[in-house]
């Protein structure tokens, strides 16, 4: 099947035409897959004119259930019983896991060995085979399980029907925020920005992307008009782990290049206050959900002035970091 915009939806990702991008149809397509599958998410209004998109209410804590159920699902049954297959240092990982099992096929996950113990437990209790490997090493071993199991990949980010299922949440936000103005997005690969930026072509709504300082690859990028690979030593030190991606993807890419209007970073004190912020109001943010908010709360008084949504793109914390977030035990600001 062939995407309006030129993309067919099977081609592997090596034979993508980068230039194409997706829109709205092609979002609403996968709404149409994924309803009664991933939860629509409620958006929490925080402060006058700030509300958050809740994805750590998805049923794996995270975004990343939309994409890889879409993905799994325009496959051929056939190929579908071969079995999954995917590199992720977590949630990705943890969602493909879960629609395996709900499809009853296999699942193999590739991990990198500078993921979080809880999050690779996760993927353990839902069935997951799982592959330790070095961080570096995480696309050449996805391949090689793809060749021993005779599975498909389902990569993180970097295909168009795990970019039209991450879509989803721009299209709920446009729908269920009445004179939303802007969208803050937390960026790694750039699925979930890309996806949103589509969702929201031609609607006139702002899509801001957010990542952490230590990895700015995608802010790196958009500022000089080419895409960045930043080292894996400097982007692993980051705590919001869901983020570490060394660059945008081949087809994510281009949709932040001509669909997102600006890219900020936050250093790692921002990103644990605004952990702080939100667990307060009842908002059990990982780092990387969180990066989002300390993005909103990084911009210029006016553009916070505008009617925001930040996406908390999962809540599958870090338990030893978050102890160390809320042991700080000083008054935590209101987003008054």
Known sequence: MTGRRGIKRSTPIGELDPAALLGPSDVAAAAAVLEGVAARTPVQELAPGFAVKREDLQPIGAFKLRGAFHAASRLAPERRAAGLVTHSSGNHGRALAWVAQRLGVPCSVVVPDDAVEAKVEAMAALGARLVRVPADERESAAAAAVAETGGTLIPPYDHPDVIAGQGTVGAEVLADRAGVEQVVVPIGGGGLISGIAAALRGSGVRVIGAEPSLAGDAAASWHAGERQRWPREQVA??????????????????????????????????????????????????????????????????????????????????????????ADRAPVPTFG
């Open 237 to 326: 030190r980051t705590a919001a782990d869901g983020l570490r991606s060394t660059a945008l993807g081949e087809l994510t890419w281009p949709h932040v290049r001509d669909l997102v209007a600006d890219v900020v970073t936050v250093e790692e004190d921002a990103i644990a206050d605004a952990t702080r912020r939100l667990h307060a109001v009842g908002v059990p943010c990982e780092a990387s959900g969180a990066v989002a908010t300390a993005g909103w709360l990084a911009l210029p008084a006016g553009d916070r002035a505008r009617s925001t949504v930040a996406i908390v793109s999962g809540g599958n914390v870090d338990p030893a970091w978050l102890a160390g977030v809320l």
